[in-house]
């Protein structure tokens, strides 16, 4: 593949963006409305800013538009389109305008609302909303919503229902022409995946597991985060952490290479722009991102080779209407673009972003000036009433050039490239109304070229690192529903892998620090090639022998062709059963493995064989409730809680630096150190609490206590990033005039830090100092605190709708310890003084995003 490199300058983005972003620039073309049907171009009017509720009984497929509107004002197109069809509109709940029949119409009531998921706030879609006196059904379309008119004015008991779900029931009387809106949530009953109800559409039949949580795109685009980057917003969900700068999250105290990332059912194996800065940001522009699921720890035997959880990522459906959206941020410029192509043949998406991360580093005192861009293409196509065709393309492209020279006489070099491309077709197949299977094909490649060197300070070194990897992948998922309480699924998945290493480096160092640092064997250099496959096969049965009672049972096994393992067994057992109305008690049992993968092997520490994969046994309970009906139709409190144990019988070792976590080349620091845990234990109990007050204010909260722990053979000792306690909310208060304000705030205990002290000693070249580490991780840093801030506005016009955001990252201004500098000073009396100097995350940070949508 040819991929075109763009160059670009940070001044010439600004000034684009300005000109195509400011409400000043030319307005877009209205639609020409003749000829549509009434609901398209009502739902044209809708994207235009206009809240329109209607219904498929008032605004029939046969109406068309016969005459173009001549008003310019999109509220006075609104009354010529209706008019004809002797339809008006009258103010509802909400600011939203209701399309009822004009004067001399019988007055009819009607009902409008969502339905979602209880505990994570997902929409649910397939819903059968029932009116038990009047028999009348509707079911929720793919965002949750549902509309049912026209009604009789009087009683209407509402009964909603969906396969593996608690019901709900409200009692309504409406009056004559009234229309209500109403909000219902439904709580998940047991633990299992997904399943199809019909062509290109897949819902949730036996609810979400334990430990997995929902934020769609919608609710994540509200919260104050850098760049608009979703996958920051996961680190405000219990049993997360991840580092100040890095996007890559943590689960359970387990690494960050733990946890799957998957697009569109996809694995993404390099999912992070800026890897030099610890992966902090994700590939994936805001844009295209549709909903992302945490699962951590207790996810379907389908998702495998990944010990602590899966983040499941989704992009948008694009819309019928050709939609185009230009955003910035100081970070970054991007572009999307989506449509369908006529007679509704296929819908497809395109994604453009470019940046650089100059300004963040700058405030941080750091002078790299790294820049990135990705493409992001998708097209679906469905093909006849049951199969469906998705391909997806995927690329991302970084680039750091950096020369610097320190006071002291120091030169720095260094140019880095890192490159991937991911390509997948999907088709999805609904033999029968119970059998579906799916099938995907996909090829991934990524490169890596690091070159570069420091002369002049404490140390000299040079290095040259080149990797890539080719990787061909099939996988298969069946789906089976015998009958509405019981699910069979099987699939299988192989890969077929080509990496190549091309690394080395020479280091010599003067800092006495360096004498703590872990020495390769090696001289430093190693070049080879690895061939191998990975394979999987899986079956899990759901079913529910009761009501208040589902079982979830799995088993998986993996294998590979380069460990000299044999293939590896994992067991699972979820059980859900319901104590009563709105209370759910959950228990969670299983075997997790992962391998090291061909492309991980950690060359640049010295490592040149590949470590026998590791296995860990994880048990959660859990329990659920809901505290009432809710209150104007508002979801109600509620209350999740999870108590969970995590063993790891064959760690991996590691390598990890103890006291700078940035550093463009750290496995060549002073203070990199090697560790080698005989067996790892993590255990906590989590609190996440959500509901709302009042119709404009929703919040949640989260409290996790935890420990992770190395046995190491010197004894027990902290894991890198073990966090004893971490709270965490979010504040979102919907205001008038289209106002949004956001404040979330993150506090955990320190991350665990070493001691360090030295001593003098007499060697064959004289006196020198010796560093004397204490305990591994014996010592905290200062607690984190942090407060976030983000107030937004959206204006709608004709021509198209302008988003306006304004952060306030850190704003209280905490200066949290991110790690230390030393120094040694020999005293007179022979000892030697250690100066620790403190190195701090970055204070009050600003930041703004604007969008243009048309």
């Excluded at 620039?25 to 209607?54: I, N, S």
């Excluded at 019988?106 to 059968?128: D, I, K, N, Q």
């Excluded at 697009?263 to 722009?273: F, K, Q």
């Excluded at 093909?383 to 030169?411: I, K």
Aim: hydrophobic share 40%.
């Amino acid at each position: 593949m040819s991929v075109i490199r763009p160059r670009f300058h940070a001044g010439a983005i600004w000034v684009l963006t300005l000109l195509v972003a400011v409400p000043g620039a030319p307005a877009a073309a209205p639609p020409p409305y003749a000829g549509l049907t009434l609901e398209r171009a009502l739902r044209a009017l809708t994207d235009q800013g206009l809240p329109l509720v209607f219904s498929s009984k008032l605004v029939r497929p046969e109406m068309r538009v016969e005459r173009e509107p001549t008003a310019g004002d999109p509220r006075r197109i609104l009354d010529q389109l209706l008019a004809p069809h002797r339809l008006t509109v009258r103010p509802g709940p909400g600011n939203h305008l209701l399309i009822v029949r004009a004067a001399g119409e019988p007055r009819a009531a009607a009902v409008y609302g969502s339905v979602h998921e209880l505990l994570s706030g997902r929409p649910l879609a397939g819903v059968e909303i029932r009116f038990r006196e009047s028999g009348r059904e509707v079911r929720t379309k793919a965002d949750g919503s549902f509309f049912a008119g026209p009604l009789a004015a009087g009683r209407h008991t509402l009964e909603a229902r969906l396969a593996g779900f608690g019901g709900e029931t409200r009692t309504l009387t409406l009056a004559a022409g009234e229309t209500a809106e109403i909000e219902l949530a439904l709580m998940g009953l047991p633990v299992a995946e997904e399943r199809i109800d019909v062509v290109s559409e897949r819902s949730r039949i036996l609810g979400e597991g334990l430990s997995t949580l929902t934020l769609e795109g919608r609710q994540v685009s509200v919260l104050p985060h850098l760049a608009e980057d979703v996958i920051r917003g996961v680190s405000l969900l219990p049993g997360t952490a991840r580092r100040e700068l890095s996007a890559r999250p943590r689960l359970r105290g387990g690494r960050a290479d733990e946890v799957m990332v998957r697009l569109d059912g996809l694995e993404i194996v390099e999912p992070y722009h800026l890897q030099d800065f610890d992966g902090a940001l994700s590939i994936l522009s805001p844009a295209v991102i549709g909903s992302l699921e945490l699962h951590s720890g207790d996810y379907s035997v389908a998702r495998g080779d990944r010990m602590s959880g899966v983040l499941e990522l989704t992009t948008v459906e694009p819309d019928w209407r050709r939609r185009t959206e230009v955003s910035m941020t100081p970070v970054s410029l991007h572009g999307s673009s989506s449509g369908n192509l006529a007679g509704d043949r296929g819908r497809w998406l395109t994604s453009l972003r470019a940046g650089s991360l100059e300004l963040a580093l700058k405030l941080a005192d750091e002078a790299e000036n790294p820049r990135f861009w990705d493409a992001f293409g998708k097209f679906e196509r469905q093909m006849g009433r049951r199969h469906d065709l998705r391909g997806n393309l995927l690329h991302s492209d970084d680039r750091l050039n950096f020369t610097e020279r320190e006071e002291d006489g120091t030169r720095e070099r260094f140019n880095t490239s890192y490159l991937s491309t991911y390509v997948w077709l999907t088709h999805l197949s609904v033999l029968r109304s119970e059998l579906f299977v799916e099938t995907r094909g996909s090829f991934t490649r990524t490169e890596r070229d690091r070159r570069g060197g420091e002369a002049g300070g404490k140390r000299e070194l040079s290095v040259r690192d080149e990797r890539a990897l080719d990787m061909a992948g099939v996988e298969q998922e069946w789906g089976w529903h015998p009958g509405p309480r019981h699910e069979i699924e099987w699939g299988f998945s192989g890969r077929f892998l080509d990496a190549r290493y091309d690394y080395a480096a020479e280091l010599a160092l003067s800092d006495p620090l360096a004498r703590i640092r872990h020495q390769p064997p090696d001289d430093g250099q190693f070049r080879r090639r690895f061939r191998g496959s990975q394979y999987a096969l899986y079956a899990a049965d759901h079913l529910k022998p009761s009501p208040a009672l589902s079982l979830d049972l799995g088993l998986r096994l993996d294998g590979n062709t380069v460990i000299d393992d044999e293939p590896l067994t994992s067991p699972r057992f979820n059980l859900a059963y319901a104590l009563g109305a709105g209370s759910q008690l959950r228990f969670a049992w299983g075997h997790f493995t992962q391998s090291q993968r061909l492309y991980e092997l950690q060359v640049e520490d010295g490592e040149t064989r590949f470590s026998p994969s590791e296995r860990a046994e994880q048990v959660i309970l859990g329990f659920e409730h809901a505290f009432g009906a809710g209150v104007a139709g508002r979801p109600p409190l509620s209350l999740r809680l999870e108590l969970y144990q995590r063993r790891i019988h064959d760690p991996r070792l590691r390598f990890e630096n103890l006291f700078e976590p940035l550093n463009l080349v750290p496995e060549l620091a002073a203070d990199r150190v090697r560790i080698a845990p005989q067996s790892s234990v993590a255990r906590g109990v989590e609190v996440f609490l959500r509901g709302a007050a009042g119709r404009r204010l929703d919040y949640f909260v989260s409290y996790t206590r935890a420990t992770s722990r190395d046995r190491l053979a010197s004894g027990e000792v902290p894991r890198g990033d073990e966090q004893p306690d971490a709270l965490r909310f979010d504040l979102n208060f919907r205001a008038p005039r289209q106002w949004n304000v956001n404040l979330a705030g993150t506090y955990h205990a320190g991350w665990p830090t070493t001691a360090l002290t030295a001593r003098l000693e007499q060697g064959a070249g004289g006196t020198q100092i010796v560093p004397v580490l204490g305990p591994l991780y014996g010592e905290r840093l200062p607690p984190y605190r942090r407060l976030d801030l983000r107030l937004s506005r959206r204006f709608a016009w004709r021509s198209g709708t302008l988003r306006l955001s304004f952060d306030l990252r850190n704003l209280t201004g905490a200066r949290n310890v991110r790690g230390f500098a030393f120094s040694f000073e020999p005293q007179p009396d022979g000892q030697v003084r250690v100066v620790r100097e403190a190195k701090h995350w970055p204070g009050l940070l600003p930041s703004f995003g604007i969008s243009w949508t048309f």
